[in-house]
């Protein structure tokens, strides 16, 4: 990498840990302020659905115009409506409004997780974006545990004013980026699709990855579930935002040693697939067992930061095995479903779950262990319809041989 493009990767990593660290702030009293409104608690999966829908239209949008035009521009304008978003969804006091607020947080913040990525690829060699990729990662990561723990400890004495405090640091963050953010002149044309667009795709895929994608969305759904509604249940089993910080904390430095220890030495074995299926079963048995005990706070940071390991371990592993076993002419059509198929999950997890949760608090997390059940279910499908498609490969082409050797002219 040449010297003048280092600042520059070193100013668009610090946008990574900046924003993890602020746009974290709110989560650990989201659960006390919806409760302090005397909200159900279905709201709150309604609340992030919200949030998550307006992540989905927004992306594609932001990127096109992103791509069309000025990327920091639309970063610090997405950055903008989030901040008003999180305002709005302390000034409203009603359902319908902060459902709004959550839309239009997640409609906003889409402009600089889309448009982020693009620039930070545009301003790194081909050959290292692989490695500045995973750090952004890991820094953001990093800033999100940091963000819930100061969010946490704020929450012990204020609630409504920490996303007043977030939307100010928002803007800051905002005012940062405007001044330091330098764009490459390149400009790429843009092939991002609609939601709608990606699932049409989806008809064309393989059997076997098709399968894997609906596993995927499974799995999504139980990760998002026990995302959001592990937040609610700390709080309502008594236990302080702080607390909950604490523990978030815990789990990205074991995220953390995840990604740059167990992940690497576990991807030498060359077993993507089977390790999935295997975290499937164990984050059930592991839901099941926690959610259940009369030791809770021990099996918090025993048994569950277990299942914390192996859902940092699930991504990497389920991106390599799409891009080992999708067609190279087919994989942004297969990235983009994938993004459709997950995003699905992200929004229906929280929606449901939500009614569930106002329900029976425990069958929630029951729920999750069934999807991770049936998410292994599915990934075993996958694999075997993907050892049928690789037999009809090699039979396919053992024929042809046989046919062009058959038509070869003879030497005699």
């Known amino acids: 990498m040449s010297r003048s493009l280092r600042p520059l990767v070193v100013i668009t990593l610090s946008y990574y840990m900046l924003q993890g660290i602020i746009h974290n702030l709110g989560h650990p009293v989201t659960p006390s302020h919806v409760n302090a409104l005397g909200l159900r608690s279905f709201m709150f999966g309604f609340f992030f659905a919200a949030m998550s829908l307006g992540m ?60 982020m990525l693009s620039h930070l690829i545009s301003i790194v060699p081909l050959e290292k974006r692989t490695k500045f990729i995973s750090y952004s990662v890991a820094l953001f990561a990093l800033g999100t ?106 789990t990205g430095l074991v995220g953390l040693i995840t990604n740059f220890v167990i992940v690497p030495k576990l ?12 975290i499937q079963i164990l984050s059930a048995v592991i839901v099941l067992i926690v959610f259940r005990s009369n030791y809770f706070f021990i099996m918090l940071y025993s048994v569950f930061l277990l299942y914390y390991v192996m859902k940092n371990a699930f991504q990497p592993f389920e991106q390599n095995h799409i891009s080992l076993n999708a067609p190279s002419d087919k994989y942004g059509t297969i990235m983009g479903v994938r993004h459709s198929f997950f995003s699905t999950g992200m929004v229906l997890g929280p929606l449901i779950s939500g009614f569930i949760y106002d329900y029976n608090k425990t069958l929630v997390f029951d729920v999750a262990a069934g999807m991770f059940i049936l998410s292994f279910i599915l990934l075993t499908f996958s694999r075997k319809a993907l050892s049928k498609e690789a037999d009809a490969r090699r039979t396919s082409k053992g024929l042809l041989s046989s046919l062009e050797t058959a038509e070869a002219p003879s030497s005699e």
């Open 267 to 278: 991807s030498k074995l060359k077993m993507d697939l089977t390790i999935m299926q295997g």
């Open 56 to 115: 989905l239209i927004g992306a594609p949008i932001w990127g096109v115009l992103g791509d069309s035009r000025s990327k920091r521009m639309f970063v610090v304008i997405g950055l903008l409506i989030y901040s008003a978003g999180q305002v709005l969804f302390v000034v409203g006091d009603h359902s319908v409004v902060m459902t709004f607020a959550r839309f239009l947080s997640g409609f906003g913040v889409s402009a600089y997780l889309t448009l």
């Open 145 to 250: 545990t940091i963000g819930y723990q100061i969010g946490g400890i704020m929450g012990d004495y204020f609630i409504r004013e920490v996303f007043y405090i977030q939307a100010a640091f928002n803007a800051l963050l905002v005012l940062y980026i405007a001044l330091t953010m330098k764009e490459t002149k390149v400009k790429t044309p843009s092939t991002r699709k609609t939601f709608l667009q990606n699932f049409k795709d989806a008809g064309r895929l393989d059997r076997s990855l098709l399968l894997f994608l609906i596993g995927l969305t499974l799995a999504t759904i139980s990760a998002s579930t026990l995302s959001k509604y592990f937040d609610v249940y700390m709080i309502d089993m008594g236990y302080s935002p702080r607390q909950l910080g604490t523990f978030i904390l815990v």
